[in-house]
């Protein structure tokens, strides 16, 4: 079925895509739970950075809108959000692809630790679910 195809082409580019961007930004990853190494938390197109400054983060999204690009996609900064814990004394905002998005102050505490574990649960549930569906790649 055409549409099927389709899907399976979009979500291994966006597989490679996203699989190239952590060779390019392995100096960001952050050190986690039971010493993982994080740079992101992915459920499908949907993606979570982390990074330790703005401008680590800036570099770690440039490089992503950069491996989008290749593969003919985009970052849609209407449905970006950008969070940071450092308190912000006036407004700041990151320019992505010509758009300028304010970046808001996020409280994150211990809570991200919990979210992150959370989120990947979450992810493999669902992908264990379609595992054999010959949805996933």
């Known amino acids: 079925n055409k549409e099927r195809f389709e899907v399976i082409v979009i979500i291994a580019g966006l597989e490679h895509a996203m699989k190239t961007w952590k060779l390019r930004v392995q100096d960001c990853r952050l050190h986690c739970v039971d010493n993982d190494l994080l740079t992101n938390v992915r459920y499908a197109d949907d993606v979570m950075l ?39 004394k006036a407004p700041m905002f990151l320019a992505i692809g010509g758009d300028r998005i304010e970046v808001l102050r996020g409280d994150f505490r211990k809570g991200a630790v919990v979210d992150i574990q959370h989120r990947r649960q979450i992810a493999w549930m669902k992908f264990n679910e379609f595992r054999d569906t010959g949805m996933c790649l």
């Open 50 to 88: 982390y990074a330790k400054s703005d401008t680590q983060f800036a570099s770690m999204v440039v490089c992503l809108v950069e491996e989008l690009a290749a593969f003919g996609s985009n970052l849609n900064t209407s449905m970006t959000n950008i969070l940071t814990t450092e308190n912000l």
